[in-house]
């Protein structure tokens, strides 16, 4: 079996999560990166190509080239990652696409519904897939939870509380020099969306993954906090979920004290689930009437979903690497698959050009509703 060929837009000198992604494409050695555009500077780009070995001709200025160069090699990459800033993926994943080149594009997945809404047709009329890196569907733990809850062991879901708080633009750090919180405040970049966006589509995508419940309407309230800041920096959300349930979603990139708290507890008529990333190795489950009981991964009372995405013994932490990985090894399964025009594997999941719809829907509802002082407001979900 020959690995993938990669490529990636992004991730150059100084850029945060291109490193990530490329830690996560050769974890389980599916991947080999031999192209890159990783720049919006083309002279910074060929430093950062050269950085991380790659041949010169295949370290590009820009990723229009790189779109063209590739498709006309017989070695050309089969895939590329995209990396870059929020208002940029559309067109790349669309370049890339068009010929018939497979995306693993980060989230959020657009900027506006229609721009993801018009690559999710792509996607679909070009046969390729379109991956976004909701990474935290990577742990064994989270896997756990959503075979517990979809086997129906809370019994029928009625509340759901998920958040995801850091504190790293407690102020404004994007005037002081974080090239990487400049972007996020900056609407004509990041979005309508700043905290809500950028890690609340996160949480989002992670409630709906473990429950398997789609949000009907939503009630939210999103602030600024930091004097000047053009995009929320918190958001505070009510949820109405199909079936009857109710939520909450926190994001917060101003909770002071908190480096980056992921946590989501799932509370149903049987019994209950607690999951937080800090503690990701463990899974807490309370049934009705009973002792609560920790589930570890890699023991024998984690399930066959929580197994199949486990590396090493139980004891040794995995964490927020191989979960990662396990996103880009589930994207290589269905890169095969399509390769041999074969459905997928079953119990392969990645999110997918709908669930990145999904998150820009759910952004731009967050931002209607808030902007109407938090008044009630419908969401159109993509068929499960
Ligand atoms: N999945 C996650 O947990 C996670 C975490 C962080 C960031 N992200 C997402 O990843 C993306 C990048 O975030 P980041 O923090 O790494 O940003 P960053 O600012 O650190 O890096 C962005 C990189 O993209 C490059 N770039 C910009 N425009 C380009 C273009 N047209 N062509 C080629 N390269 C271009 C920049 O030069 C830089 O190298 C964002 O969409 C963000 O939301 C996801």
Same mark, same amino acid.
């Given at each position: 079996m020959t690995r993938i060929r990669l490529g990636m837009v992004g991730g150059g000198r100084d850029a945060f999560i291109g490193s990530v992604h490329r830690i996560a494409a050769r974890l389980d050695d599916q991947f080999e990166l031999v192209a890159g555009a990783l720049s919006s500077d083309p002279a910074r780009a060929k430093e950062s190509g050269q950085d991380l070995g790659l041949a010169a001709d295949r370290t590009y200025g820009t990723y229009q080239e790189m779109a063209a160069a590739e498709a006309s090699r017989s070695d050309g990459i089969q895939a590329v990652s995209v990396v870059t800033p929020n208002?940029?993926?559309?067109?790349? +994943? $669309?370049a890339f696409l068009e010929r018939g080149i497979h995306v693993i594009c980060d989230k959020p997945l657009a900027v506006s519904t229609q721009q993801a809404a018009e690559l999710v047709r792509? %996607? !679909? =009329?070009t046969h390729r897939i379109l991956a976004v890196t909701y990474n935290y569907t990577?742990? &064994?733990? #989270?896997r756990q939870a959503r075979e517990m809850c979809r086997a129906g062991e809370l019994g029928?879901? /009625?509340? #759901?509380? #998920?958040?995801?708080? =850091?504190?790293?633009l407690a102020n404004r750090v994007e005037l002081l020099g974080s090239k990487q919180a400049a972007w996020r405040t900056d609407p004509a970049r990041a979005g309508v969306g700043g905290a809500i966006g950028d890690i609340g589509t996160h949480a989002y995508h992670l409630m709906r993954f473990i429950t398997g419940l789609d949000v009907t309407e939503l009630c939210a309230e999103l602030t600024s906090f930091a004097e000047g800041r053009r995009l929320d920096d918190d958001a505070r959300i009510l949820l109405r979920l199909g079936s009857g349930a109710r939520g909450m979603l926190w994001a917060s990139q101003v909770a002071t004290g908190n480096e980056n708290e992921l946590a989501i507890r799932v509370y149903g008529e049987q019994g209950g689930l607690t999951w937080r990333q800090s503690d990701a190795n !463990?899974?807490?489950?309370?049934?009705?009437? $009973? &002792?609560? !009981?920790v589930i570890t991964r890699g023991s024998r009372a984690a399930? @066959? %979903? +929580? +197994? /199949? #995405?486990? !590396?090493?013994?139980? *004891?040794? &932490? @995995? *964490?927020?690497? @191989?979960?990662?990985?396990?996103v880009y090894a589930e994207i290589a399964r269905s890169i095969r698959a399509a390769q041999h025009a074969q459905p997928a594997a079953e119990n392969v999941w990645y999110p997918d050009a709908s669930d990145g719809l999904d998150g820009v829907r759910f952004v731009e509802a967050a931002v209607r509703s808030s902007a109407g002082h938090g008044k009630w407001v419908s969401l159109e979900n993509s068929a499960a």
């Open positions: 208002d940029t993926h559309a067109a790349i +994943a $669309k792509l %996607a !679909r =009329q990577g742990y &064994p733990m #989270v029928k879901v /009625r509340l #759901v509380h #998920v958040e995801y708080l =850091q504190d790293w !463990r899974l807490l489950h309370s049934p009705l009437d $009973k &002792p609560s !009981r399930g @066959e %979903a +929580a +197994a /199949r #995405v486990t !590396r090493i013994p139980p *004891g040794h &932490p @995995e *964490g927020y690497l @191989e979960a990662f990985a396990t």
